[in-house]
């Protein structure tokens, strides 16, 4: 790590403390603006919604899944707050440090208890026998049912899944 990569952290964690800017900066004898600075690029990270810093929710099939910082409430707190836990505050300290201080302690983030029903493979390839690793992944060969959570799918797969919604919505309208 380089040495200002190490005074971000020390500023990060600074902030994590103080919960206060100016406080943060004050004692760590550096500018306001590189705290702020690194909190906006972490935001700007979660505004885009780019991997992993996505919303994922294991019940909206792969076309639905939202697209950049696309809460819906009816989603729940933990989907929707999700993209800020993963975001690292400038210099947090501990395992579960975020852009919120830390993680809620007992909070399953990975997967849930219980079983889905079948879903369909292009719709919910995640209850397809998941490795539990691969980003974009598209289905294996047998339905496990596992309530994964912590899955990430690219923007261009999530476009791409749309694209083939439209389509597929398209040609069973002009079927009629």
């Not at 979660?46 to 939202?66: A, C, M, N, S, T």
């Not at 007992?106 to 889905?116: A, F, L, P």
């Not at 490795?131 to 690219?154: A, I, K, P």
Request: net charge positive.
């Amino acid at each position: 790590m380089t040495l200002p990569e190490l005074r971000l952290l020390e500023a990060a964690i600074a902030v994590a403390q103080d919960l206060n800017f100016s406080r943060a900066a004050e004692r760590l004898h550096i500018d306001q603006s590189t705290v702020a600075v690194h909190l906006q690029s972490e935001l700007k990270k979660i505004i885009e919604g780019k991997p992993p810093y996505d919303i994922f929710v294991r019940w909206k099939p792969l076309h639905e899944q939202p697209i950049g910082w696309e809460p819906d409430i009816n989603d729940g707190v933990r989907l929707n707050v999700r993209p800020f836990m993963t975001a690292k505050a400038l210099n947090g300290r501990g395992k579960g440090a975020s852009i919120l201080r830390v993680l809620p302690k007992g909070v399953k983030w990975d997967k849930d208890r219980g079983k889905e029903p079948h879903r369909e493979k292009a719709d919910f390839p995640w209850f397809w026998s998941w490795d539990g690793v691969t980003q974009d992944f598209t289905g294996g060969r047998e339905f496990d049912c596992n309530r994964w959570n912590d899955l990430h799918y690219s923007i261009q797969a999530k476009k791409e899944a749309r694209e083939r919604q439209s389509k597929t919505q398209s040609q069973k309208g002009t079927k009629k």
